[in-house]
């Protein structure tokens, strides 16, 4: 999460230059949202760029959502800390799909049959293709 990237210390004349409290760190994550990349962790933000080398700029659909759980569960997502970005890369979304199966390693690559963006994330190793979003 953003606060263990940005230090928040909140003991007296102890604070962060930016950030001097949680509830400032919560504003400047939400802020950060949506489509932004620089919520990401260095790790979700090298990946992005490693795609992008690959295929040029890609269409990002969503990056950081603060509280945000996985469909259908209790679990937080890895949005909610930054690790995981949801694209497009029209025309070419197997091409896509087939490099990332291939060349990443270090976290999840899905695909849902309701949606025509790919999710890639940091974190255990996964393929899930054409799985239901859990949307209704």
């Keep these: 999460m953003l606060a263990a990237a940005v230090p928040c210390t909140v ?3 102890n604070f962060h230059p ?6 400032m760190a919560s504003r400047h994550l939400a802020a950060a949202s949506g489509t932004s990349v620089t919520c990401l962790t ?6 992005l760029n490693r795609i992008r080398a690959q295929f040029g700029n890609v269409e990002i659909v969503s990056t950081c959502r603060p509280g945000a759980r996985i ?6 997502s890895r949005h909610a800390s930054g690790q995981a970005i949801d694209f497009r890369v029209p025309g070419k979304k197997g091409q896509v799909v087939r490099w990332l199966i291939a060349n990443h390693h270090n976290g999840g690559v899905m695909t849902y049959s309701d949606m025509d ?3 890639v994330d ?3 190793h996964f393929v899930a293709l054409n799985r239901p979003s859990g949307r209704t």
């Design 117 to 119: 963006h790919i999710h």
């Design 122 to 124: 940091i974190g255990p």
């Design 42 to 47: 260095w790790e979700a933000r090298a990946l």
């Design 11 to 13: 003991n007296a004349g």
């Design 18 to 23: 930016v950030l001097k409290n949680r509830a």
């Design 71 to 76: 469909a259908g569960t209790n679990h937080l």
